[in-house]
């Protein structure tokens, strides 16, 4: 069975950090593209960021580059994503998803095969 575990949501305040973790089961990790993918209340999906587990690349949504870093651990089969600098625009509830093979790009929403349940992330301001 496939699973996507997130965990490390919570409240933070605004120019704050906070680290989420995705573990990961039931498929072959290196074969899969994973990403974070978020939603805001009232606003649509957004890609935010992904990492290809073959070859460690990684791509961002312009809205989070140079403050988000995704990472792998190909060991334990989890993606984390650090947040830094937060803004209150960053509150969403944060999946974790799934697209098999390789990716030059990051993938649009409708590309994953597997999504977590999520986690919540609330910025204050």
């Known amino acids: 069975e496939v699973q996507l575990v997130e965990s490390g949501g919570g409240l933070v305040q605004a120019g704050g950090s906070r680290r989420l973790s995705c573990a990961a089961s039931g498929f072959t990790f290196d074969d899969y593209v994973i990403g974070w993918v978020r939603q805001a209340p009232g606003k649509e999906r957004e890609v935010v960021s992904c990492?290809?587990?073959?070859?460690?690349?990684?791509y961002y949504a312009d809205s989070v580059k140079g403050r988000f870093t995704i990472s792998s651990d190909n060991a334990k089969n989890t993606v984390y994503l650090q947040m830094n600098s937060l803004k209150p625009e960053d509150t969403a509830v944060y999946y974790c998803a799934a697209n098999y093979g390789y990716t030059k790009s990051l993938p649009t929403e409708d590309e994953y095969d597997y999504w977590g349940q999520g986690t919540q992330v609330t910025v204050s301001s």
């Open positions: 990492i290809s587990s073959s070859d460690g690349s990684t």
